[in-house]
């Protein structure tokens, strides 16, 4: 079973930056770099959503405009790590930030991802 472990998230003032780490173990089917990796988060109230995906080949999507500009997605396959790298964060990127993988092509919405990670709290406040 694949397990992914996300680590990285705190407290941030608005404009600060954060990096998010998720470390993949469990693949017995296939290697961590035949998957597709990816970011969602959740705020309170809200449904998850995706932030961006990489994909086994590199290829990378932003969910939205604004996050395509300040956060940036990376994989490691050789440490078997995606991480999330956020700058300039603001009040509504408060939120559970979530690592998620899928054996076969992901894209921003849900039914795409097979496995999920437990989240890591990122809360920007002044």
């Known amino acids: 079973e694949v397990q992914l472990v996300e680590s990285g998230g705190g407290l941030v003032q608005p404009g600060g930056s954060l990096r998010l780490s998720c470390a993949a173990s469990g693949f017995t089917e296939s290697t961590y770099d035949t998957y597709a990796m990816a970011w969602f988060r959740q705020a309170p109230g809200k449904e998850r959503e995706g932030v961006a995906i990489?994909?086994?080949?590199?290829?990378?999507?932003y969910c939205s405009t604004s996050m395509k500009g300040r956060f940036a997605i990376s994989r490691d396959n050789s440490a078997n790590t995606v991480d999330l790298q956020m700058d300039n964060l603001k009040f509504e990127d408060t939120a559970t930030y979530y690592c998620?993988?899928?054996?076969?092509?992901?894209?921003?919405?849900?039914?795409?991802?097979?496995?999920w990670g437990q989240g890591t709290q990122v809360t920007v406040s002044s």
């Open positions: 998620a993988a899928s054996p076969r092509t992901a894209n921003c919405l849900l039914h795409t991802i097979n496995y």
């Open positions: 990489i994909g086994a080949g590199g290829g990378i999507l």
